[in-house]
């Protein structure tokens, strides 16, 4: 079983930056690829970012050049540095692992963008 816990939300202004993490504990893979997706209020859950155990990372085109994904593998965590924010980008933010040809996902955390 594994476990990811999400964390880094919160209320900002357009313009601002927010970090996530995403900690994953229990019987990983030493190979393993995670991402990032998004859900808003009425919408779809939707892609956001992906980084693959060996740093590949791939990103959707309403957040290329403002976010970054990236990862440290000895601590089995992964980030999400969110920068030039939107208040489009308000959502609820998951984070997914892929292991063992099995996906996981975290609780979510909720990041606002409001003036």
């Known amino acids: 079983q594994v476990q990811l816990v999400e964390s880094g939300g919160d209320l900002v202004q357009p313009g601002g930056s927010l970090r996530l993490s995403c900690a994953a504990s229990?019987?990983?893979?030493?190979?393993?690829?995670m991402a990032w997706y998004r859900q808003a209020p009425g919408n779809q859950r939707e892609w956001v970012a992906s980084?693959?155990?060996?740093?590949?990372?791939m990103y959707a085109g309403s957040v290329k050049g403002r976010f970054t994904i990236s990862r440290d593998n000895a601590k089995n965590t992964m980030y999400l540095q969110m920068n030039s924010l939107k208040p489009e980008d308000t959502a609820i933010y998951y984070c997914?692992?892929?292991?063992?040809?099995?996906?996981?996902w975290g609780q979510g955390t909720q990041v606002s963008v409001s003036s």
């Open positions: 997914k692992l892929v292991s063992g040809g099995r996906d996981y």
């Open positions: 229990g019987n990983i893979f030493s190979i393993y690829t």
């Open positions: 980084i693959t155990s060996g740093g590949m990372t």
